[in-house]
């Protein structure tokens, strides 16, 4: 072969790594092992642009540690129940299996191409019985040790599709898919028991000291650890039994500022009094059409109704406050219960001032006098204020010190204690859908809620299930639900909720250890492979499924599923920037913009327009997007030009972390300069004899170039170690050193290509004779002693601006550097005769003249 051609080889040695079992993960006991893990992707049909990044970055570090002797676990799954399975089935017919499974196919043939170091031998989906039988598995072993239970909640209802939806569903007010007015619901729901593990999972974060900042920064905002004031109200006019309102506040130094107290419409006392009042049904009901995220009760008008309940103050018992039901105060965070100081929170302004409720103020900006408001006046905690009012009346103090402060004084005048309270609510799992693991319990009449037997695992899925009516098809279905309770043997009935789509992705990095166990993990493998070495994925699940693995992984140590050692089982993470393309639109006759794929755009100098003339708008380059259709087909990359072209340029382009624009002529030049590397490498087959006299310099910088990429990779700097790769082939084309030492700079160069283009890496081992499979070589190492630079490269200044260089020896004295910087052909000629008024040398630095 005589010319670069991918179409050719890169499945040629995609083959010759399955034979050679290059990537079989095993454990072997006289290796230190490294366990790389990517997010794994849901099965929506078709890889994209992020998919490639993000895959290609920890293949990148799993045959790099595979070289450097490690045994190396990099699998691969399957992210696959989930509500679009069943949307598909409801829009097309089918059924979600087939859906999935066809996706699955689909992508796992997409992915194959790009040749990743993936023991795919350990591939499973999260839909396969044998996956979420031992999820069951587990699920019973936590209802054993106390960390699942059922309660009532409040959940978000939709009317039509009859399912409980999660807040990321609900948007503005209406289910996602339905369009209908979410209303708020009381169901029996399971739950996990996260929040009794907050204090924990947030003090641990101070030692995933591999993890990004940020991250680490919204789980803990996520935690929300809070030191405040618990206490009561006592009640006036309340119906029996509700002689008291307990009530949490983080600012117990606003205290005297209160001009109202208010319940949430699921709070108990809402409850009682709206089954004797119609007017308070009806705006209890009204509420309940509101999602229960933080987010949509904020963005919601903030109302309320004066229930005509009040309460006495707490250091006053003549100052009474009304008591509101209102419709942004969430009953599971806190009591239920707050007092409002309209003066220092906004929202609270806003409610008093739609009341006409007083507003006093606690405190005043430093310096400042007490005069009305006009907005609230919320300082940050950290902020020196003087308080005209309560407990540091007269005195300036930070709001730290006088939140500490109130809660002392409170304590010591018996008004309720000091409280740490957590933002962290337990995990509710229950979900009303079919395309989900199945809850592994059974309803007797007789027994209650009965644990299913082991050996009954797993409770699979019915496939005779249909669509046709809205709600969850395992409650309709005719056989499934009965059955007979495993502890009496009397006819009951199983629980048709499945568990929340994260449960399946909290546990599966733990799973691949052993993927056909017959229990969720086997010890010696998972004692041997954990914890992940490498954890690679977005951004957007910086909060949820990485809190929720971390949950699992304490869960499963306690139920003997892991050691103690992986409590936190990701030792470093790395959240990837995103791969973006310009937008291409034309007009519509309404003069909307009609989005464009980027293959149907022409690039001009002039700007852009369609095969048939029609001019395009360039938009900004984003996201890659099915509905903006600026994506860029993998496949028809790696059809074009071949996968290393598609690996190395998102590699190239940009730092990881940062997002990588991806354009044709990027993507065009990537491929020329991997054929001018295959072109070199086949002039070393048939050049002459060279000059051995150069082989040093050579040699010196094919060193230096193995320290610099070992460096960028063990980094995670991959743009650096590609332009390293960039300096050094042009060092070398540019080098007439001897056939031999170009024979072994060459192959050094596939070896350090090797992570970002195997599959050119393997042409140029194989052409020039190297032994084996280079995917299998040795990672090279840099002799120090060719690491000590003899000579320096001096920039030339004339007059402030430089104007050459010369390489001299590193120890040459000034006086030498002097001459040899004024015998530059370069400095000759600009210096056109002026005399040098001055010349000074810094040693190993520069050269300064002034003309």
């Known amino acids: 072969m005589s010319r670069y051609d991918p179409a050719i080889t890169e499945a040629r040695w995609q083959k010759a790594w399955d034979a ?50 490690f045994s190396v676990l990099h699998p691969m799954g399957w992210d696959a129940f989930g509500m679009p399975a069943e949307n598909a089935a409801m829009e097309r017919g089918g059924h979600p299996k087939e859906w999935t499974y066809g996706n699955i196919a689909v992508m796992r043939d997409q992915m194959k191409p790009l040749g990743l170091s993936i023991d795919w031998s350990r591939e499973f989906a999260t839909c396969d019985p044998e996956y979420y039988g031992q999820q069951q598995s587990m699920f019973i072993d936590f209802m054993e040790k106390g960390l699942v239970y059922r309660k009532n909640a409040v959940v978000n209802w939709d009317p039509i599709d009859m399912t409980v939806l999660a807040n990321e569903q609900v948007i503005d007010g209406k289910g996602w898919r339905s369009g209908a007015v979410v209303e708020r619901r009381e169901l029996t729901q399971w739950f996990f028991r996260i929040s009794d593990f907050a204090g924990e999972l947030l ?130 965070y806190g009591t239920g219960a707050i007092f409002g100081c309209p003066a220092h929170d906004q929202r609270d302004f806003d409610f008093a001032t739609k009341y006409s409720l007083p507003i006093p103020p606690v405190f005043v900006a430093e310096g400042a006098e007490e005069a009305a408001l006009t907005e609230a006046f919320v300082p940050m905690k950290s902020e020196r204020v003087r308080f005209v009012r309560g407990f540091a009346g007269g005195q300036v103090q930070t709001g730290e010190e006088a939140v500490n402060a109130a809660i002392e004084a409170c304590e010591a005048r018996g008004v309720g204690r000091g409280v740490t309270n957590y933002r962290l609510r337990d995990w509710g799992i229950s979900r009303q859908r079919y395309w989900g693991c199945p ?100 951004i957007e699940h910086a909060i949820l499924h990485l809190l929720y693995s971390r949950f699992f992984a304490r869960a499963m140590q306690i139920c003997g599923h892991l050691p103690e050692k992986a409590i936190e089982p990701f030792n470093a993470l790395f959240t990837q920037g995103m791969v973006t393309h310009e937008t291409y639109a034309t007009r519509g006759a309404d003069g909307r913009p009609v989005w464009q794929l980027p293959e149907d755009v022409v690039r001009e ?50 730092p990881p972390e940062r997002d990588v624009e991806w354009t044709a002529s990027g993507a065009d030049a990537t491929h020329k300069h991997l054929s001018r590397v295959w072109r070199l490498a086949h002039e070393v087959t048939t050049r002459g004899a060279g000059n051995p006299a150069q082989d040093e310099a050579l040699l010196k910088a094919m060193h230096k170039t193995i320290a610099e990429v070992t460096a960028g990779i063990e980094g995670f700097a991959f743009n650096k170690a590609v332009a390293k790769l960039y300096e050094f082939t042009n060092t070398f084309s540019k080098s007439d050193a001897s056939a ?19 599959h050119l890496a393997e042409d140029i081992w194989s052409m020039l004779g190297g032994a084996g499979l280079v995917a299998q070589a040795p990672w090279p190492k840099a002799d120090p002693a060719m690491l000590v630079e003899d000579t320096v490269t001096l920039p030339i200044q004339i007059n402030g601006k430089r104007r050459a260089e010369i390489v001299v020896p590193k120890d040459m004295p000034p006086a030498e550097v002097e001459k040899i910087a004024l015998a530059d052909d370069a400095v000759i000629k600009f210096l056109a005769g002026q005399p040098v008024k ?4 810094v040693p190993g630095r520069i050269v300064n003249v002034v003309v």
């Not at 060459?746 to 195997?758: D, F, G, K, R, Y």
């Not at 001055?838 to 040398?841: D, M, P």
Request: charged fraction near 25%; charge should be negative; proline fraction near 7%.
């Open 20 to 69: 050679a079992g290059a990537f079989t993960a095993r454990r072997d006991e006289t290796r230190q092992k490294y366990y790389v893990l990517e997010m794994f992707p849901y099965p929506s049909g078709r890889i994209h642009m992020g998919h490639v990044r993000n895959y290609t970055m920890g293949d990148v570090v799993a045959r790099y540690k595979s070289s450097c002797g």
């Open 203 to 332: 003090e641990a974060l101070d030692g995933l000291n591999d993890w990004p900042e940020k991250v680490r920064l919204m789980q803990a905002n996520w935690i929300g650890k809070s030191r405040g004031l618990q206490f009561a109200f006592d009640t006036l006019g309340a119906p029996e039994g509700f002689d008291r309102l307990e009530v949490y506040t983080t600012r117990p130094d606003t205290l005297m500022g209160a001009s109202f107290a208010a319940i949430s419409p699921d709070h108990p006392l809402a409850k009682a009094l709206e089954t004797g009042d119609a007017k308070v049904a009806e705006f209890v009901a009204e509420c309940r059409r509101i999602g229960t995220s933080e987010e949509a009760l904020e963005k919601a008008e903030k109302k309320g109704l004066d229930t005509g309940i009040r309460v006495r103050h707490p250091f006053d018992p003549e100052w009474e406050l009304p008591v509101y039901i209102a419709n942004f105060i969430l009953m599971d």
């Open 439 to 538: 809850i592994p319990v059974v309803h007797c009449a007789d027994c209650g809620v009965v644990a299913e037997k082991k050996e009954n695992l797993p409770v699979r899925l019915p496939d005779d299930v249909t669509f046709d009516k809205p709600g969850n098809p395992l409650d309709r279905h005719p056989t499934w639900a009965a059955t007979a309770c495993p502890s009496c043997g009397k006819p009951a009935r199983r629980e048709t909720d499945t568990m929340d789509t994260f449960v399946d992705s909290s546990w599966y990095y733990a799973r691949f250890t052993s993927p056909r166990a017959a229990t969720p993990t086997d010890a010696a493998d998972v004692d041997y492979w954990m914890n992940v070495d490498q954890y690679i994925g977005g």
């Open 605 to 654: 100098d002039a700007g852009a327009r369609l095969k048939d003339g029609t001019p395009v708008e360039v938009g900004p380059s984003i996201k890659m997007s099915k509905s903006k259709k600026n994506v860029v087909d993998p496949m028809d990359i790696i059809t074009r030009y071949g996968a290393d072209t598609a690996r190395w340029f998102v590699m190239s382009d940009s």
């Open 740 to 758: 031999e030492a170009k024979r072994v700079a060459m192959l050094t160069m596939a070896q350090l290509m090797s992570p970002m283009v195997p």
């Open 838 to 841: 001055k010349l000074i040398v």
